[in-house]
Each structure stands twice: as C-alpha cells, then as structure tokens.
C-alpha cells in the first residue's frame, strides 16, 4: 500500500524542507492508523470529503459523536479504568469513544497527505474548514478538536504552498486553533463550554477534558481526611467527581433532531 502511494508522497516532500523526516512521518502515520470505519468503506471512492456539502457531513458526524456519548457508561467514568492495563475490559465505551477521536483526526490527516494534486489538497483543507463552521454551530465540540488535531498535525501543517492558497479560511482556521488550545488547561474551552452548558441545546463535550479531570480529582485529592484523630471521607473529592459525571449524564440526555444518511455514515 505504501509503495503506491509513492507519487503523492514525493510531490508532498517536494513542498517541505526536511524531506526524509516527513516521508517518514508520513509512512509511519499510514501504518499505524486504522481509519474510522464508516468513512473508511467510503475511502475508496475519490476524496469522499468533497461529495457532500460541509453541513450534511457536519450534522452526520453530529449523529456519530451522540451515539457514543450515550453509551458511555457511568460506571466506567467512576472507575478511571482508562488508565489500567485491563482497560479494555473494564472501560470499552470510553475507550471507544478515545478510539473514535483518534480515528477521525486520522482520516483527516489520511485524505490531506495521500492527495496528490495540491489544487486538490487546497479544497479538501477548505471542505474541512468549513465542516468546523457547521459544527461550532452545532455545538459538537470534541468533532471539533478532532479536526483541529488533524489538520494541526505536522505532516499537514508543514505543507507550506498548499496552506498558502487557503486564503481567508486559513484565517477562521487560526480561530479555531485559539479557542481550543490546550493552553491553560483548555481555558479557552472551558469557558466556551460553560456558557454552552448553560443553555438546553445538545452539546457534544471534548471528552478528554472531563477524563483528564476525573483523573486530576483522583490523584489531588485523597480518600480520606483526618480530623481529630479521626479518618473522614472526602466528601469534598466525591462531590467534585459527582459534577463533573453529572455534566456528561445530563449531555446524554439531549439529542439532535438531524436525519440520518446512510450514505454518509
């Protein structure tokens, strides 16, 4: 599979500098990634990205990340199995839904670098763009972060001509960036978040931010206090992991009104 792919790898490398690290790159990023399954049965069909409108595809992948919010279990955020090695017995929603992350931000990366013509590559860089438009507004913030992961990857961000003819969607590109930087413990997000939250409509959380503070209440905070010689639970740690699996067991009861495709997922 790599060898033919060849071509599209040398017109790539041609753009950028340090040619071997990113031919590199680039063949371990298609060995390693298992693209995600709906849109990989639709991969052999030319730059599937571009025979749908961006909204259409953002409202399909709306459906997808709701899916996988619902089926994750409390039960499994309680127990931060995520962490251990038997992870895939004891959290396999979690996991799946990490999976799932993971997969998209691949397949981004996979329809970018495996496209030969850059004229190609400019449209299939603008298509996403405008996909995180569509969903900013409907507030799906971990499809989000995964395309920002995607086209922030270096094999896609060091195509220096290609980003070049982007024009103005290079400019909401940056925006995006801004406001879901980890930077300051995604504080950015988190205040995007908060004000979203507030109000009924569905939202779809960066997952990875409630895990990783899951875990940061774990490891802070310890089972018990002692107070006058005596061990006391911590009620304080427990409430504070109580909001933050409450945030998600509310989100789990909204819903999209879209209507699915099934000729896109």
């Not at 340090?18 to 052999?44: C, H, M, P, R, Y």
């Not at 024009?167 to 590109?173: L, M, V, Y």
């Amino acid at each position: 599979y790599m060898k033919s792919q060849k071509p599209a790898f040398d017109i790539l490398c041609a753009e950028i500098t340090e040619e071997t690290d990113v031919k590199a790159n680039i063949g371990s990023f298609i060995s390693n990634s298992k693209l995600l399954e709906k849109f990989a049965t639709q991969a052999s069909a030319p730059h599937f990205i571009l025979q749908y409108d961006a909204k259409s595809i953002a409202e399909q992948m709306c459906l997808i990340e709701e899916s996988l919010l619902k089926n994750v279990r409390v039960s499994e955020l309680v127990s931060l199995g995520w962490t251990k090695k038997d992870s895939a017995k004891i959290v396999p929603t979690v996991l799946q839904f990490i999976r799932h992350f993971n997969n998209v931000s691949s397949w981004v990366v996979y329809e970018i670098v495996t496209t030969e013509k850059r004229t190609v590559r400019v449209q299939l860089i603008k298509q996403f763009i405008r996909i995180l438009g569509h969903l900013y507004d409907f507030q799906n913030f971990n499809s989000i972060m995964e395309i920002v992961s995607g086209l922030s990857a270096t094999p896609v961000s060091r195509l220096k001509k290609t980003w070049a003819e982007i024009g103005k969607e290079a400019d909401s590109f940056e925006k995006f960036q801004t406001k879901f930087s980890p930077g300051g413990n995604y504080r950015n997000y988190r205040v995007l978040f908060s004000h979203s939250y507030s109000e009924e409509g569905m939202i779809i959380p960066f997952l990875g931010v409630q895990l990783q503070d899951l875990l940061f209440i774990d490891e802070g905070n310890p089972d018990y206090i002692e107070s006058d010689a005596e061990k006391l639970v911590n009620f304080q740690r427990i409430s504070m992991q109580k909001d933050t699996i409450h945030t998600i067991m509310k989100l789990q009861k909204r819903s999209y009104s879209f209507e699915k495709h099934p000729e896109i997922c």
